[in-house]
């Protein structure tokens, strides 16, 4: 308690001179980042650090970074977003948590899957259906969407204008469900900041427990001084995830397709300020012992860096998922090339669903070292990405395939 009380004074005292003081919140942190944390305020403290393993959970040997649990002033975080990614070129670095006991069980790494999980069948099954639908996939639809959610002014989770963004997402989603009574579009409210998230829910026929979730964040920013009148595009960062998503909807439910797990589409609120949205659902669900038996990120789909067409990262995912992804790329889309890369944080809201204990996957547009230059900023448009969505369309391929392989399926019977 006195320890914490000592960390709130030094912040605020650290902020009297410029930002406002805001709450003082708990997050995780990477050793990197933590550096230029203490860069901005030193007088924060690590209460506790630990080292994790490449792939985010518990360190055996082969050594990942440094991870420590800290107090700030929520104030500093936009300061420190900009910090990390000017000076170590990426964005995220830290994930904020509810209080510090969440943020200690950050450090013990992935948490542990629900004692009922069981492990799915990664079976390639469903020949048919997928040959099927993945020919409706159109490119000119995805580019619709990212048209529309980039000419937002910005879509930062404080904004009119990121409220309003959420609010058209909920609205095409409710259009495309039309009068199904088995789907269900809701928002999702978050207790610290006005931009909900949006939930698409297509209900399983018989084996509705089991649920998979597709996701991708609706935010966008230009870092710290983000704010009503700032403009931030992010058109591929991540309008782009959003519309490939939002085609899979489409396709799924213009055919009348019924899956036998409950299958859930979300836009969330917050990424770019710490996984905040997806940390809030992915948490709620494990509250609830929700049966999720995976769950695939989309966040940049449209802007090809590197010769193959799909990279999956392999740290804070799922293995045995990863390697169900390559399987249909190679069964479904056998011209498309596929790469592995590695983030070496957690870098988008995979790692939410990873933390409590989900199996989760991140298919992204390039590898690490050839991605987007132009996101976080102004100039993340359509004309630097791919004008076509020819890139984002292969996304909602594999999206399409993941979404229906795994959602025909009965329930999982092989232990985890
Ligand atoms: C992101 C950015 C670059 C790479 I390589 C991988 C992932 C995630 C991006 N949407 C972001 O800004 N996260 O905060
Ligand atoms: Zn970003």
């Avoid at 403009?231 to 939002?246: I, K, N």
Wanted: aromatic share 8%; net charge neutral.
């Amino acid at each position: 308690m006195l320890k914490m009380r000592q960390t709130a004074a030094l912040a605020l005292f650290a902020l009297a001179g410029g930002a406002q003081a805001g709450q003082p919140v708990w997050i995780s942190i990477g050793d990197q980042a933590y550096q230029q944390l203490r860069k901005l305020d030193a007088g924060v403290k690590s209460q506790q650090s630990r080292q994790l393993a490449a792939d985010g959970r518990l360190a055996k040997g082969a050594a990942g970074e440094t991870v420590h649990v800290v107090q700030v002033d929520e104030a500093l975080l936009p300061k420190l977003s900009d910090a990390i990614h000017e000076n170590l070129r990426h964005c995220g670095g830290y994930i904020v948590h509810g209080n510090q006991q969440e943020a200690r069980a950050a450090l013990n790494g992935a948490a542990a899957p629900l004692a009922k999980a069981l492990a799915p069948s990664y079976a390639i099954d469903n020949q048919a259906a997928v040959n099927k639908l993945l020919p409706q996939l159109q490119d000119s639809n995805i580019l619709g969407t990212i048209q529309s959610l980039s000419n937002y002014q910005n879509r930062f989770y404080t904004t009119s204008h990121g409220v309003n963004a959420s609010n058209w997402i909920a609205a095409q989603w409710k259009q495309l469900a039309g009068s199904r009574t088995d789907v269900t579009v809701e928002q999702f409210a978050h207790a610290s900041w006005p931009q909900k998230s949006v939930i698409l829910t297509i209900k399983g026929t018989d084996n509705s427990a089991e649920t998979i979730v597709l996701g991708g964040h609706l935010d966008s920013t230009i870092g710290s001084g983000t704010g009503e009148s700032s403009r931030a595009p992010g058109a591929d960062d991540d309008a782009s995830g959003v519309a490939s998503l939002t085609e899979v909807v489409r396709v799924l439910l213009a055919s009348n397709y019924q899956p036998r797990r409950t299958i859930k589409f979300m836009a969330y609120a917050a990424e770019e300020v710490g996984l905040r949205g997806s940390a809030d659902i992915a948490k709620r669900f494990k509250q609830q012992q929700a049966n999720v038996v995976g769950a695939l990120q989309l966040d940049m789909t449209n802007y090809q860096g590197d010769a193959q067409d799909i990279f999956l990262f392999t740290d804070y995912t799922n293995a045995a998922q990863n390697t169900f992804l390559a399987n249909l790329a190679k069964a479904y889309l056998p011209s498309l090339k596929v790469g592995y890369s590695q983030c070496g944080y957690a870098c988008s809201d995979h790692a939410s669903w990873t933390a409590q204990g989900y199996a989760a996957s991140f298919p992204f547009e390039s590898s690490f070292n050839n991605s987007n230059p132009y996101i976080h900023s102004r100039n993340d448009t359509l004309a630097n990405s791919d004008s076509q969505a020819k890139h984002a369309l292969k996304f909602s391929q594999l999206a399409l395939a993941y979404a229906v392989e795994l959602g025909s399926d009965g329930p999982a019977k092989a232990l985890r």
